[in-house]
């Protein structure tokens, strides 16, 4: 079945860097396009970043544009995140997704990963 699973998250101070990565098994990767989403508490699911299936197009949310960047690496079957100059405001748990559905910031149908916890604090 698909299996997802992110790492790479932690305390890290305003202005640092972190790396994510997700690990994906089940499906062929090479197939589908993804995305990062992240959630803080008491707020909606947010996109992130997608990226094509082949990781020739990729899409930000406004307010990471600029300071992150999603990547692939198919025949790993892995999806990457690189986050940098983090702010506080970036803190939250970071999922990453194979068809997701999100509607009114909802989590409603898709792949998901278990998430992996990203907090932003000096």
């Known amino acids: 079945q698909v299996h997802l699973k992110e790492s790479g998250g932690g305390l890290v101070q305003p202005g640092g860097s972190l790396r994510l990565s997700c690990v994906t098994s089940?499906?062929?990767?090479?197939?589908?396009?993804m995305g990062w989403y992240r959630q803080a508490p008491g707020k909606e699911c947010e996109m992130v970043a997608q990226?094509?299936?082949?990781?020739?197009?990729?899409k930000y949310g406004d307010s990471v544009k600029g300071r992150f960047a999603v990547s692939r690496d198919n025949a790993k079957n892995t999806l990457y995140l690189q986050m940098n100059n983090l702010k506080p405001e970036d803190t939250a748990v970071y999922y990453c997704?194979?068809?997701?559905?999100?509607?009114?910031?909802?989590?409603?149908?898709?792949?998901w990963g278990q998430g992996t916890q990203v907090t932003v604090s000096s």
């Open positions: 997704a194979k068809d997701p559905t999100v509607i009114a910031g909802r989590r409603l149908g898709g792949y």
């Open positions: 089940g499906f062929t990767f090479s197939n589908y396009a």
């Open positions: 990226i094509s299936r082949a990781g020739d197009s990729t």
